[in-house]
């Protein structure tokens, strides 16, 4: 399990090996997440962070604003109601009918989360035996696996290879087995990129029906889909009572330290997921909550110009590496690149990682860690373009300079 996820696995500066062995079993493989430690090292030496996927500009102004009301009048100041406060309830079903046609009853198919992160964490945990097995998409969001192992299920990888991405779901039947209890997705798909087809989506979805999987769905980037749309797997038939759908307001709203995310999905999965949540947190952010229920009710033009604006600075990033040298696999969606450094007769992308911010100021993560087959990420580095125009500039003259 701990091969090929070199930063996780093997000790590092910021990993230590432990003098008595590992404190947790399950958790060994996962000592510092290469998010952590490649932000350090780009503030360490004063770089360009093009690693970790947080924009450096606030969401709309009218939204914080929405916030700090809330905050003054009281609301949310102490624990909110388990399953989220109401009006964000509310705005969440609203949002899931106005953009995908999915209608969820507020009261018992809506829950609100402590981000994505803990949507993910709970669901695995509420829909998980132990030795269930997972199919999971690698090169997959490093929590996914940290929890899968929380669970104590094991993960099966599903290898998205260069220079495509695309899912072989020849290859997907074969991996389903008797003890394949949950199908993990995630698009748009971080790190790269690929946004699922209606094709694919329904394939997945004949599969799932077909053997019986849940389907638990991370959808974060639902609104930064610059080719084809996105479509939510919820949707297709046979699978509303078996999926649990997951978003948060981090990506879409330019806020991603508030952590409010949330799942819909029928009401048995949203009660079990919420089991579990109600003692990972219980509640959180309840101000918060208030403010992006009036942001998920923003018009249409504030989504449009937030994914516009985002195409420009993919189109820009895209582009300087390009000139700086990089083979550059376009993403469909989410604010990541991902690149391959061979042509720089570079092979080991974690060690090109750690050498980046000393060569020349500008830090990014080896797609390496998120696979489980060594091989099959080896050269791929991603960098994330949810930064300033001007930085963004910046950090590809650093690049071409190289
Ligand atoms: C950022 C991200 C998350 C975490 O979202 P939070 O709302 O910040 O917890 C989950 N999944 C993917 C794919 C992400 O990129």
Redesign the pocket.
Known sequence: MTQGRPTQGRPTETNPAPARGPLNRRLAAFGTTIFAEMSALAQRTGSINLGQ?FPDTDGPEEIREAAVRALRAGHGNQYPPGPGVPELRDAVAAHQERFYGLTWSPETEVLVT?????A?AASLLALLEPDDEVIAFEPY?D?YAACIAMAGAKRVPLTLRAPDFRPDLDELRTLITPRTRLLLL?TPH?PTGTVLTPDELSGIAALAVEHDLLVVT?E??EHLVFTGAHHPIAALPGMRERTVSIS????TFSY?GW???WVTGDAPLVAAVRAAKQYLTFVSGGPFQYAIAEALALPDAFFTGFREDMRRKRDLLAEGLRTAGFRVYEPEG?YFITTDISPFGDEDAYAFCRALPERCGVAAVPNSVFYDDPEAGRSQVRFTFCKREEVLRKAVERLCDM
């Open positions: 996927g402590t981000g994505a992160t803990e993910i969001y929590s995630n971080n991370d974060v980037y948060s307001s981090g990506k991603t952590k409010i995310g989410t």
